[in-house]
């Protein structure tokens, strides 16, 4: 019987200019030739920063409850960019269920070879974490430059964000409240 997979894809952004796509059939390819069968496959459209990720943690939670046997991930910063400690715990948790975790990008990243994976797994989680603070510096540099060049960011002045408020709860939490006082 053939080992189930399943395949994790993750994009930073959900609007249109990104897309799990590029992902998706490369690392069918890989599930192929490794002679796995695919069970099924977990998508978010999130940051890799924070676990705050609904696919992420479903995944999770299926891995203890061993409805596969390895995750296929395009790269490691697609699985996480939280750092070595939360990305370690993550593989200590996958470890604890029996699932391994195997990158078509990052050819050391197979947690079925112990030793020197673990290793390169402490530095390339940092690697992973530094770039996103990179990412981070780099948007705050050009929003500093755009506004020294005169632009106007944001919404317009008395402009409100109801869709983004209504998918966080706030205006949920904010009437809730205003209903108890």
């Given at each position: 019987?053939?080992?189930?997979?399943?395949?994790?894809?993750?994009?930073?952004?959900?609007?249109?200019?990104?897309?799990?796509?590029?992902?998706?059939?490369?690392?069918?390819?890989?599930?192929?030739l490794l002679?796995?069968?695919?069970?099924?496959?977990?998508?978010?459209?999130?940051?890799?920063?924070?676990?705050?990720?609904?696919?992420?943690?479903?995944?999770?939670?299926?891995?203890?409850?061993?409805k596969?046997?390895?995750?296929?991930?395009?790269s490691?910063?697609?699985?996480?960019?939280?750092?070595?400690?939360?990305?370690?715990?993550?593989?200590?948790?996958?470890?604890?269920?029996?699932?391994?975790?195997?990158?078509?990008?990052?050819?050391w990243?197979?947690t079925?070879?112990?030793?020197?994976?673990?290793?390169?797994?402490?530095?390339?989680?940092?690697?992973?974490?530094?770039?996103?603070e990179?990412?981070?510096?780099?948007?705050?540099?050009?929003?500093?430059?755009?506004?020294?060049?005169?632009?106007?960011?944001?919404?317009?002045?008395?402009?409100?964000?109801?869709?983004?408020?209504?998918?966080?709860?706030y205006?949920?939490?904010?009437?809730?409240?205003?209903?108890?006082?």
């Open positions: 019987m053939a080992k189930k997979c399943v395949l994790y894809l993750r994009v930073s952004k959900s609007d249109e200019s990104q897309t799990p796509d590029n992902q998706r059939e490369p690392l069918k390819k890989m599930a192929e002679e796995l069968e695919v069970a099924g496959e977990y998508v978010d459209m999130a940051s890799g920063g924070n676990s705050n990720r609904p696919a992420f943690q479903k995944m999770l939670q299926e891995a203890k409850e061993r596969f046997d390895i995750i296929l991930v395009w490691l910063d697609r699985f996480s960019r939280e750092g070595y400690s939360n990305t370690l715990r993550y593989m200590e948790r996958l470890e604890e269920s029996k699932v391994g975790l195997k990158s078509l990008q990052d050819s990243l197979d079925s070879n112990k030793g020197v994976g673990e290793l390169i797994l402490a530095v390339m989680s940092w690697v992973a974490k530094q770039e996103r990179r990412i981070s510096e780099r948007t705050k540099a050009g929003l500093l430059r755009a506004r020294a060049d005169g632009k106007l960011l944001g919404r317009p002045a008395g402009a409100k964000d109801k869709g983004r408020r209504r998918k966080s709860g205006l949920l939490r904010w009437q809730n409240q205003k209903v108890s006082v």
